[in-house]
């Protein structure tokens, strides 16, 4: 049974769409009825936005987001180093694109409780840019950014902070559990620029205004979401759990 999704992009979603549809993408042989899923670090939205089967949603600061509220995600305040669910009680485990902003010293610990909630012959999936493409290119968009907005980016600084997570050690990590992993390309590097570049820095507006109209947003989405090569700006670490 594939997992019931919707993807509305808009200039403003377009970057989320590209990784939630490559994770609903991977969890389509594992959907079936009643499966139990949990996403750590989703704020008031994430898998929640472009699904309406039901969530369980784990994060410190929902009022954060409460703009993104969704009647499909189940709020349980919690951090990824103190889940507060039981062993093996899902089915299904993301934690997408949170992992670098998680202090290094405590990524371990970040990965071994996301795998003690995975149910035997589950699946958990993390996402995160990783490698010197992607640290070259979190750079870039900061200092774009603030050259063209005159004030940090809400997030890049502090990937730049913390130190990109390494996908090898994370997926090092979670074999040692005796989990089943596998690394894959999200994003080519040249796509994510070409996206941060016309949604978020905005270069060259207003000769790419066009672009932020839907019809165009859902065709370079569409396009977007093909370019799964590396070098790429986003890791996804897959993990099964025997």
């Known amino acids: 049974m ?5 993807f509305q992009v808009t200039s403003h979603t377009l970057d989320a769409a590209l990784r939630y549809r490559a994770v609903f993408a991977l969890l389509a042989d594992r959907w079936q009825p009643g499966i139990r899923v949990l996403e750590v670090g989703s704020g008031s939205g994430g898998a929640a ?5 039901e969530i369980i949603g784990i994060d410190p600061a929902f009022e954060r987001t409460s703009e993104r509220k969704r009647p ?11 889940i507060p669910m039981p062993d093996a009680s899902f089915d299904a485990v993301l934690c997408l694109d949170m992992l670098e902003h998680v202090p290094p010293t405590d ?26 493409a992607a640290e070259k ?27 990109l997570p390494d996908a090898n050690e994370i997926a090092a990590l979670a074999r040692a559990t005796g989990a089943n992993v ?7 590097a040249p796509a994510w620029r ?20 839907r019809p165009l947003v859902t065709l370079v989405y569409h396009i977007l979401a093909r370019l799964n090569r590396s070098p790429a700006y986003r890791a996804i670490v897959v993990v099964d759990r025997p």
């Open 72 to 82: 499909n995600l189940i709020e349980h305040p919690g951090s990824v180093t103190a």
């Open 137 to 163: 290119l979190d750079r870039w968009l900061a200092h774009a950014y603030a050259a063209r907005h005159g004030k940090p980016h809400p997030w890049a600084a502090e990937h730049l902070d913390l130190g």
């Open 2 to 6: 594939e997992s019931p999704t919707h």
């Open 49 to 53: 936005e472009w699904t309406d089967a």
């Open 107 to 132: 990524r371990p610990q970040a990965v071994a409780e996301l795998t003690r909630v995975l149910a035997p012959g589950g699946r958990l999936l993390l996402t995160f840019p990783s490698g010197p």
């Open 194 to 213: 070409f996206l941060h570049g016309t949604y978020t820095v905005g270069r060259g507006l207003p000769f790419t205004w066009p672009l932020f109209h």
């Open 182 to 188: 596998i690394v894959q390309p999200n994003v080519w």
